[in-house]
Each structure stands twice: as C-alpha cells, then as structure tokens.
C-alpha cells in the first residue's frame, strides 16, 4: 500500500478549501500573473550558468582491453572505445559499429560520424529547438572519455559537448586574493603571472580607463569599494593551462572561479551544451550486459538531455550484406536487409506503450511493444537484445539502408526527461517547454544475447531459457490438458435515460448475475473444459466505472446474495472466475463518488492535470463526442488495485481481471510526488504480487512482459501486430516462447474485425480461444458508445464459437503442456507450427488450397493438423 487514506482526506479538505478561495476573481487574476511570471522565471533562470561540467580525457594505454568469461570475450579498443563480442563456441565476431563506414557511398560526412558513435543524444537548446550530438564527432574523436576496468566490469566515461577546456583560474578577483594567491607560488611565476591580467583601482586609473570610468563602473561595481583584477582578453589556452596547477596549489578553489565567473565582463565564450553520460559493460554467461546510471549523467540545466541512443549501429548489416532484423511488432517481425523500402517511415514502436502522463493531441496507431526485445540476424548467427531496467522509457526503432547511408540498424532510443510545452507569450519566439524536474536516479539496462543460428526458433528459444531464468518456477511448463478458453461476461454498460425530463447515465443490464450463471452452465454443458471467465461491468455502474474507493453492486444486476451465488457457483463447478476491473482512470469526475481531481488525478510535465480522450479514427484529433477522463496518480492506481484484491479475497472469487494495469504504464509529473514510469511499473507490480500471496489468480488485458511471471491467463494479445510497409515477413517469436509456459488468447473471435484470420493466427501461436458475450441481443446497446460489442449477443455467436472449440480442442487441445519445437514458413501464405510430440499444424491464409511436398494438402483459408 503505497497512499495513506487519512492523509488523502486531509489532502482533499485542503484541495477544497483552496479552491473555493481561488473562485475570488481578484485572487484568480493574481494567481494567473504570478503563475506567469514563474514560469517565465524558469524557463530563464540565470543562475543555471554557475554550473560547471569536468570534461574527461583519456590519457591511459592503447593496449586492448578485455573482459572474459567461458562463453565471450570482449575486447575494447582504448583509442575509440569500439568493442568486439566474439562467441568463443562459434566463433562469430559481433561489432560495435561497422568497420567499413569511410567506405560507405551513400554517407554523408554527419551520416558516417553518426555510424561512427556508441551514443547519439538528444537535448533542448534555450530556444525550445531540439538538437543532437553523436559521440563521435563530440567526444571519440577527441578522447573526451575516460575508461575505468573495476570488478569485471568496463566502464566509459564520456564527455559529449562541442567544448573547449575551461580552465580554473581567476577570472575576476579581488587585489587582497589575488596578491595572497601569488605570494604562494614562485616569486618568478607570480611577477609573470601578473601581466595577464588587468588592474582595476578607482583612484588609479590611467587616462583611457578615466574616460571610461562609468562603463567600468557598470561592468564592475565592485570597483567603487576595492581594487580588482581582471584577466586579459588576450590571454590564450596555452598560459591557462601552464598556470592552472600554480593556481591550485595556492588554494585557488572551483567556487571562486564560478563567483568570479559571474562577475567576469570581458570575452566570454557562448554557453554550449555538454553532458557526462557513463557506459557500464560487463559479460555474464552468453550475455553482454550494457548499463546507463542514470545519476551518474551530468549537464547543463538549460540544455536538458530529451533521449538517448544506446549502441545504435551494434550488429548493423551493411549495404553488401544479406540478414534482417527483429523487431517486437505483434508477435515478432522482420525487417530485411536492404529491402529497397527506401520511400517508408522506420520503423518505430514505445516500449509498454504510450505513457499517458504525455499529453498528445492526435493520434493515427498506436505504436506499443508488449516486450522489450530486438535483434539481428546475419549468415553467421544472431543475437537478441532484452530490455531489462529502464524498459519502460525505450522506443523500439529499426531503418533499413538506402536511404541516408549504406547501413541497416535496430536499436532502442531512451525518452530521458519528459516534457510539455507551454504557451507563455504570443511574442516569444521558438518554443518553451516545462520538463520533468530531475532525471531519475535510475539504471538502464539492456542485455545481448549471442545465438550460433540465424534461426528464429533458436532466437526464440534465447528468450524462453531467459524467461525461465528471470521468473524460476512460476514460468514453468503448465499441465493443461485441453485449450484454455477465456469468456468475457459483459454485465453492464452505461446509457443515458431521461428522468423526469433530465438525461441521466444509468447502467444498461445486459448479463445479470443469474443469467451469468445460466450462461456459464451452458458453455460447460457444451462441452467446454479449460474454463477462465473475466466478469466486466458487474460493479460501480457498468464497465465505464465509478472510482474503485470501494466496490458496489449494480441493482439492476440483482441482488447481493445472486452475486454470492454466482461465486460459490463458479468455486463449485471448478470454474475461474476473475472479477474485471479498471484501476488506473477515472471516468466520472463526481466529488461525491470519491474522486478530487486536485488530489486524485496524475499530472503533466506542465503541471496541468492528465486529462485523456478518446481520438477519432476518422480524422485522428481529439473525439468531441466522448467525455473526457482523467489518469489516476499512482499511489491512488495502488489503492484501487487493492481495494479490487481484498474484495474478491472476501467475496471468496477466484481472482481479479485488471483491464489495465500490466497493460497501460504512466508515471506522474507532479514536482511535489513525481513518480517515474519504471517507479510505477514497480509499484503496480507489489500489488499483483501481493494478490498471487493471497492466493488470488490474474487475469490482465494486453499483457506486458513484467506481467509473464504471474498473469494466469492473458487476454486481447497482439498476435499479428500492426501491417507496417516497412516490415517483411511476421513470425511468431514471442510466441514461440511463452507456449506451454502460459495462457494467452487473441482477440475476442466474436467482435474482432476478421474472426476467421484471428482463428488462423491462434493456430499459428499456440493461443487459446476468446469471445465477449452478453445475454441482451445487439439492439440493446443502440443510442449507447459500445458499438464495438455489436457481435457480443450470446445467442447469436455461441453455435459458431462451440464449433469452432470442438474442433480446436480435438486437434489441439493435447498440445498446451508442451512447448513449440519448431515453426516454418512454407510459402508467403502458409506455415507449419511443430510441437514437442510431433504434432504440426499447418495454417494456409491464402485464398488457394496449398498441398505440401510431402502431399498435405491445405485448404484455403484453412489449417490442418497432422500428428
């Protein structure tokens, strides 16, 4: 439990109280010009310029560096800080950053010093305009790193900024400190040192100062009270350098150089961004571990760091090369290299998704990997790479060559610090933004996984073994015996009625709890064994829902002791039955329902509240026919999520169904509480571990790859993904990994766009069977904003779905204890999915009959499963 209920009560009444006084007109206007002028304050604050960055320098052996264990050996060159991986079982030898780019004929000069870095970073310069260095050109190129070799682990520490050296010695200082500094050092040194600098007392000045005296004055006023030295303009790097150490020794201090910094008015050199950003490398097993310490990242606050490439050309194909890359798009995809798709957008995906403490204001796809995984596949061999700590701000993103420069690449951009704009004045030029306050003390990870096959079943076998290991026995392989079928029971929606001439939202029923039960009866009846039913809409006034402060029963469902009985009646049968839930919004923003949307409502990076909605599909803004919604803060998310756990540990269900959480990931930008997205992961995370302690099953939607340790049961997974031009063939990776270790379905058959595809592509997957049923028939839901449950009417679709399952179970059912073996593709349109005992199903989406060379013969649009 992460919120204290008292302390959110005395947070409301204080919210309120606030309120009402900010109703006061007079006070409104004062608050919006003070509001303003902070803002302003901000985003220009000068005193960010005492700010100082060391910059490194190698200055260490040009002798290889290496790391080993039984499996790899890396070796890193001092000179460039450019590694190998080779695997020492096979021999294969993967690259850093390729070795041939002087040669590339399509690279510009930018383009190769691109290819050429192990970090690409992007920052926001004072004008809002977003800029990138490489670390090539800003750092490699000018060994502006250093390299520390410390417990099995290498570790580079890289300076990346178009800088010049900037040298701790007095800019402007006091006469007294100066002569106490100088009487240090060697009588010698001093008299030299002083005809660097320019002498400045009021009651001394020479004839051109005297003419000046005013212009002095304003540029120093300290000069009315005390004589002052000044360095020449003229003095170059080379004295800076020579007397640097002289200065130091004398005691001459980081802080009084900033202080006479400030003061300073003669040549100053234009402030340039520039960042310490530190790479961890370490090996374990057949994996290379790559980290980013988040804390450890230094710059300059009015150049805040936006994201961060990690090893973006690690593993590229060239132009001359044959191979593809893995990309995490429904089940799996892959790009190929050098596909002449030069014309298309790369290919770019969120990791979890969309955070939706991220305001945006239009949206075509959305662009969300369920799990973290990317790779490439070459003549010779392949690696995987897992996105491990940090996860939760990468972007997947591939791009093939041709278009820029001669290279295909995949790897994963990091979002560093989120943030809004802001509308401050219509006359300011270029844009401002309010970024998020700090960047988090936090570690990225991810980890290479080095694969003797170019085979995709190989591939995925790599990931399986790393699931197995990363989850232990919770992964384990399962001892189904039939397919896994999940049936959601829609109970209620809201629809808006008039009462006594007023339009009210009311809940629509459209499965009571006793017609559940009846429901349930009759799919068993049917013969439907591996029985898992998520009820949605059963409480606080249908599936759009109140506030989870605390559950209540819909009256137009029944009452209180039918939903007992359609408990105790699933316990008895040995059916599961998961009560649905929303956790993380919040749909009707009604005080007396428990929600304050000054208290209970996450915040942008702006400070403005996260209010949501829904987008148009047909000109992909904002839709203004929906009501808006708000994203719940995370420690509230926690609440709802165990207010959901302990009632169904009280009521006796079998477990809870979260319709969000393990799904959508957001953090929280409110200065006072920030809560990053991977700090939100975690605490979602305690909460579902917290249930499975109580003995509670889970079922989740969507399902991201944190969740595959402890969901039971996933639902609406992405087998196919989304039919990007980029992309060459789909495979089913993931899938190739998860089965026989967990239940998963599609989507619904019933309301999908394409049933018979979806059938196709769980045959393909392993998956198991879905539908969404309601006993009201479709014209009930006309006048309401669920269209999408038009085909949901259970008496319409349960002869087809029976169907459907008889078969699916006669021929497939045996094969959920086992693991996929192997899986082909025979032709563009069909493939064969091997399992353990031999059994192979073959999937024909073509719309011609296919007959294998050993005879099978496929009908269109059609699978066969031979054993």
């Known amino acids: ?260 910094k400030e003061k300073y008015s003669g040549k100053k050199e234009q402030e340039k961004a520039v960042f310490n950003v530190n790479v961890v490398y370490s090996l374990d097993g057949n994996k290379l571990n790559v980290e980013i310490p988040l804390e450890k990242i230094e710059y ?72 973290g995984v990317f790779g490439v596949i070459k003549d010779y061999g392949s690696f995987i790479c897992t996105l491990e700590d940090g996860a939760a701000y990468g972007a997947i993103t591939a791009d093939i060559a041709g278009k820029t420069n001669g290279f295909n690449n995949v790897f994963v951009d990091y979002t560093i610090l989120h943030r809004e704009e802001v509308d401050v004045a219509t006359r300011m030029k270029g844009r401002m933004f309010f970024y998020e306050q700090q960047i988090p003390k936090e570690t990225l990870k991810q980890s290479y996984i080095f694969i003797d096959s170019n085979d995709v079943c190989d591939m995925a076998q790599s990931y399986k073994e790393y699931l197995e290991d990363k989850y232990g026995d919770s992964f384990a392989v399962r001892n189904d015996t039939d397919v896994p079928v999940a049936i959601e029971v829609l109970a209620a929606v809201d629809k808006v009625e008039q009462v006594m001439g007023i339009p009210v939202s009311k809940p629509l029923p459209l499965t009571t709890y006793k017609e559940t039960v009846e429901m349930i009866k009759d799919i068993k009846d049917s013969g439907v064994n591996n029985l898992y039913v998520k009820l949605a809409g059963w409480m606080n006034e249908g599936v759009q829902q109140e506030m989870l402060n605390k559950v209540k029963l819909i009256g137009r469902l029944g009452s209180k002791k039918d939903f007992k009985n359609l408990i105790k009646y699933t316990n008895d049968s040995d059916i599961r039955l998961y009560l649905d839930a929303v956790t993380q919004y919040e749909f009707r923003t009604n005080l007396f329902e428990g929600f304050y949307v000054y208290t209970d409502a996450a915040c942008y990076a702006n ?180 269209s999408q449950y038009f085909g949901a009417a259970y008496d319409s679709w349960k002869d087809r779905f029976n169907e459907i399952y008889a078969r699916y179970s006669k021929e497939l059912g045996h094969t959920f204890n086992q693991e996929i073996s192997n899986w082909q593709r025979l032709s563009n349109y069909v493939t064969v999915t091997e399992y353990e005992d031999g059994t192979r199903a073959f999937v024909n989406y073509g719309y011609s009959d296919y007959t294998t060379s050993e005879g099978i013969k496929i009908p269109a649009r059609d699978y066969v499963v031979e054993r």
């Not at 410390?150 to 990346?160: A, G, H, L």
């Not at 300059?300 to 050309?313: G, I, R």
């Not at 290299?337 to 969120?350: H, R, T, V």
């Not at 992405?718 to 990994?737: C, K, R």
């Open 1 to 260: 439990m992460y919120y204290n209920k008292e302390e959110r009560k005395k947070e409301i009444r204080t919210a309120i109280r606030k309120e009402l006084k900010n109703l006061i007109p007079v006070i409104s206007l004062i608050i919006l010009i003070v509001v303003g002028a902070v803002v302003i304050t901000l985003l220009t604050d000068k005193e960010k310029k005492n700010e100082m960055i060391d910059i490194y320098s190698y200055t260490g052996s040009e002798d290889i560096i290496k790391l080993e264990n039984s499996e790899l050996l890396f070796e890193m060159d001092p000179t460039t800080t450019y590694f190998t991986v080779t695997d020492k079982k096979s021999g294969d030898v993967w690259k850093s950053n390729p070795d041939n780019v002087d040669s590339d004929p399509m690279a510009n000069i930018a383009d190769k010093r691109r290819i050429k870095s192990t970090l690409i970073l992007k920052y926001s310069n004072s004008g809002g305009a977003d800029m990138k260095y490489n670390n090539y050109q800003f750092s490699i190129e000018n060994h502006m790193y250093d390299i520390e070799v410390k417990d099995n682990k290498i570790e580079v520490k890289y300076s990346i900024g178009d800088v010049e050296k900037e040298y701790i010695v007095p800019l402007y200082i006091t006469a007294e400190r100066f002569k106490e500094l100088t009487s240090k050092m060697d009588k010698n040194d001093g008299i030299a040192i002083e005809q660097f600098y320019k002498k400045y007392d009021i009651n001394k000045l020479s004839a051109a100062d005297k003419k000046n005296k005013d212009e002095l004055l304003a540029k120093y006023p300290d000069m009315a009270n005390e004589v002052i030295y000044v360095i020449r303009d003229t003095t170059g790097e080379g004295i800076k350098s020579r007397y640097e150490p002289m200065f130091a020794a004398a005691g001459f201090t980081e802080e009084e150089y900033l202080i006479g």
């Open 300 to 371: 300059k606050k009015e150049f805040p760091l936006v994201s961060l490439q990690v090893l973006p050309f690690m593993g590229a194909g060239s132009w001359e090369e044959t191979g593809s890359m893995l990309i995490p798009e429904g089940g799996g995809s892959l790009i190929r290299f050098n596909n002449g798709k030069i014309q298309q957008n790369l290919y770019y995906s969120n990791v979890y998704g969309w955070d939706f403490a991220t305001k945006r204001t239009e949206l075509v796809h959305e662009t969300r990997s369920a799990y």
């Open 607 to 786: 400070k403005m509240r996260a209010e949501l909605t829904d987008f148009s599909t047909i000109y992909f803004g904002p839709d203004d026919t929906r009501d808006p919604y708000y994203l719940l803060r995370p420690s509230i998310i926690s609440e709802m999520m165990e207010n959901i756990n302990k009632y169904a540990a009280k009521n006796d269900a079998y477990g809870v169904s979260y319709r969000d959480a393990g799904y959508h990931l957001s953090s929280d930008f409110k200065r006072k509480r920030l809560v990053t997205r991977q700090a939100a992961l975690k605490m979602q995370l305690e909460e579902i571990e917290s249930a499975k302690e109580d003995g509670l099953g889970i079922m989740v939607n969507g399902g991201n790859d944190y969740i595959y340790g402890l969901a039971d049961y996933i639902t609406n997974m992405d087998l196919s993904g989304f039919d990007y031009t980029i992309i060459d063939e789909e495979v089913p990776f993931l899938y190739l990994a998860l089965h026989g270790h967990m239940a998963y379905s599609g989507e619904p058959l019933n309301i999908t766009s394409d049933p018979e595809k979806e059938l196709l592509k769980s045959v393909e997957c392993g998956a198991g069977l879905s539908a969404v049923y309601m006993d009201e028939d479709a014209q009930s839901l006309q006048d309401t904003t669920y």
